[in-house]
């Protein structure tokens, strides 16, 4: 079983460069967001989805864009690279929409640096 | 603001000593759970308590959600080196974004053979 699978594990990039990094669920999840990670900040939210076509900001989204075109796929574009954004990042997925008592599954994180 | 606060924020013990890690809110949850996340990999989930003054026992670890959902608790017993880990504790929230947790900022236990 895949679960979540995030893609580039690592990525070093240049101030104003662009990419998208990569999340995949198989298990047709209908919640899915991205988390990113950075010591002694614990997670914090940056957008989230609810299903295909529909998007929503969570507590740090600037900086950030995301789409959700299908119920598997949900990218995070860094559309201008600052080295604030030098973090790891976290894609989750849970089957229910509302946070009852359903599972977050995490993928393994994208260890991002922008110099 | 951060609404779920941990304590503490690093534990550094001997195999074999007890522990217990605190996760307090001043906000109502409708639901608590416990992950753990081991380095270089994504938090998995240990429990989740939906009930005040809930009790759940998974082997050696012990989690409690308070009477008022304000609050939780994971005590292990004997600690192991294989316990090493972070541990995080997040909310599910009533009314609005009722899809997200929240996260406090984590518990770094290590426990030493």
């Known amino acids: 079983n895949a679960g979540v699978t995030q893609t580039p594990k690592f990525q070093v990039l240049k101030t104003g460069q662009s990419m998208t990094l990569q999340c995949a669920q198989d298990?047709?999840?209908?919640?899915m967001s991205w988390y990113r990670q950075d010591p002694g900040m614990g997670l914090r939210l940056i957008h989230y989805s609810v299903g295909a076509g529909i998007t929503d900001q969570g507590e740090v989204p600037n900086g950030y864009n995301v789409s959700r075109s299908t119920t598997e796929d949900f990218p995070l574009r860094l559309l201008s690279a600052a080295p604030s954004q030098t973090s790891v990042y976290f894609c989750?997925?849970?089957?229910?929409?509302?946070?009852?008592?359903?599972?977050?599954?995490f993928g393994e994180g994208s260890r991002l640096t922008v110099l | 603001t951060q609404l779920l606060e941990q304590s503490p924020q690093f534990l550094s013990i001997q195999e074999g000593e007890n522990l217990t890690v605190y996760c307090n809110s001043s906000?109502?949850?409708?639901?608590l759970q416990w992950y753990r996340q081991e380095p270089g990999e994504g938090p998995v989930l240990l429990v989740t308590?939906?009930?005040?003054?809930e009790v759940k026992k998974l082997k050696r670890l012990t989690f409690q959600f308070g009477d008022a959902r304000k609050d939780s608790s994971l005590h292990i017993t004997a600690a192991q080196p294989g316990d090493t880990g972070l541990y995080l504790c997040a909310g599910g929230r009533y009314g609005g974004s009722q899809g997200n947790l929240i996260f406090g900022k984590g518990t770094k236990l290590s426990v030493k053979p």
């Open positions: 906000s109502v949850f409708s639901s």
């Open positions: 308590v939906v009930t005040g003054g």
């Open positions: 989750a997925s849970r089957l229910d929409r509302v946070a009852g008592t359903g599972e977050l599954f």
């Open positions: 298990m047709n999840h209908e919640y």
